[in-house]
């Protein structure tokens, strides 16, 4: 198990890695006491079997210079595996502003190929390559040295599987057509956007059931300034103020460090100082925005009409489509976009690209009344009209 420790042993991998037509990537990162993610761990594997093709790069040397990883991630022609890639695109994109492409996400191709919704790689690894996991080490605080054998053996078995699992599911999408399916999928992982919250946004995330104007204008200045603090200091949302905190001051809506301290949900920490100030100066905020720019309370009158009956139909309808296609049937369609189908929405994501083809045709003529839907035992079967 090799430790790359130098920027000239990371190019000279970097290098054979670029000869080769993919190279497969993990990372291993500390998240519990900041806001952005701190790298610990990268490993990295090529086509073989030697000792050289799989190592892990320890970026917490002092003096390793990532920079012929990102030219490597870079490099067109070389396709970079992931398994569940989100949080490690992040990780990249912050560091140095780079999206590695091509990209292969194999949880994202699984569920094409019929693996189930958001499969593990624990239980790829046991369907493909057929080999199990020693899991003792899930747990490690990956930012300690130095790291013992069992952990170094667990991080490096999250890449070397993966060439398996890789070439098995791309081999399966090129004999049935599918590689574009999952090259659609994947254009949310490829978009910048995707690893850029802000601060002006981060209100959305923020659960309520309450549809004031002048409320929401406080959780959304409180959300405002949470997000900006944390992003400045490195520090966890949840070290400022929780959600149900911003609730409780867009209710109450304190206007001195005494009301404040009359709050029951807010941390200690968050009564004084400067996250003291921030927290009234964004109440403040709230409470004076004018009217015009009041976040937009959905209407009553503008919620959509759904027509039940065919909601439900269009649910069997997926269903079907869901067994006949062997897809997951979250990744065609979710039940917010078959509700939204069933009261005449059409601008939804189930009703474009390839999913209008497994799914959406055969939907929107359901909804038009030139299909019906029959059932034989446990199968589903159309019925033109």
Same mark, same amino acid.
């Given at each position: 198990m090799k430790t790359i420790t130098t920027t000239e042993e990371l190019a000279a991998f970097c290098q054979e890695a670029a000869k080769t037509p993919y190279v497969t990537v993990d990372t291993e990162f500390l998240r519990e006491r900041t806001y952005y993610s701190k790298l610990c761990l990268i490993q990295l594997a090529f086509r073989g079997d030697g000792v050289n093709d799989a190592v892990l790069v320890d970026p917490l040397v002092d003096g390793l210079d990532l920079s012929p990883l990102y030219t490597l991630f870079e490099d067109a022609g070389v396709v970079k595996v992931?398994?569940?890639?989100?949080?490690?695109?992040?990780?990249?994109f912050v560091d140095r502003g780079v999206i590695p492409h091509p990209l292969f996400d194999t949880q994202v191709a699984a569920m094409v190929c019929g693996f189930g919704e958001q499969v593990g790689y624990e239980t790829l690894v046991r369907k493909i390559p057929?080999?199990? @996991?020693?899991?003792? +080490?899930? &747990?490690?605080?990956? +930012?300690?040295? =130095? *790291? +013992?054998d069992a952990q170094k053996t667990y991080a490096l078995a999250d890449v070397t599987h993966l060439r398996d699992i890789y070439e098995y599911l791309s081999d399966r999408l090129a004999k049935s057509g599918r590689s574009k399916w999952v090259s659609e999928e994947l254009g949310t992982l490829t978009t910048p956007d995707t690893y850029i919250t802000k601060p002006e946004d981060a209100w959305l995330k923020v659960k309520t059931r309450t %549809?004031?104007?002048? &409320?929401?204008?406080?959780?959304?200045? *409180?959300?405002? &300034?949470?997000?900006?603090?944390?992003? !400045?200091?490195?520090?966890?949302?949840?070290?400022?103020? !929780?959600?149900? /905190?911003?609730?409780? @001051?867009? +209710?109450?809506?304190?206007a001195d460090m005494k009301d404040l301290g009359r709050s029951r949900l807010l941390l200690r920490e968050a009564r004084k100082g400067d996250v003291a100030d921030g927290i009234l100066a964004a109440v403040k905020a709230g409470v004076n925005c004018p009217a015009d720019q009041l976040p937009k309370v959905e209407d009553? %009158?503008? !919620?959509?009409?759904? %027509? =039940?009956?065919?909601?439900?139909?269009?649910?069997?309808?997926?269903?079907?489509?869901?067994?006949?296609s062997d897809v997951a049937q979250k990744l065609i369609a979710s039940a917010?976009?078959?509700?939204?189908? /069933?009261?005449?929405?059409?601008?939804?994501?189930?009703?474009?690209?390839?999913?209008k083809e497994v799914f959406g045709n055969d939907a929107l003529r359901l909804c038009d009344g030139e299909i019906a839907l029959t059932a034989k035992g446990e199968r589903v079967r159309i019925i033109e009209l």
């Open positions: 992931f398994h569940a890639a989100r949080q490690d695109l992040e990780i990249f057929k080999k199990s @996991l020693d899991k003792t +080490s899930r &747990f490690t605080d990956w +930012s300690r040295r =130095p *790291l +013992s %549809n004031s104007g002048r &409320f929401l204008a406080v959780v959304r200045e *409180l959300a405002r &300034f949470r997000e900006e603090y944390a992003q !400045k200091n490195d520090i966890p949302r949840s070290r400022i103020m !929780k959600d149900d /905190a911003i609730l409780e @001051l867009a +209710s109450t809506k304190p009553e %009158n503008e !919620k959509l009409k759904v %027509n =039940p009956a065919l909601a439900d139909l269009l649910r069997v309808l997926l269903k079907a489509k869901t067994a006949e917010n976009e078959l509700d939204a189908i /069933a009261a005449g929405v059409r601008d939804v994501p189930a009703l474009r690209g390839w999913r």
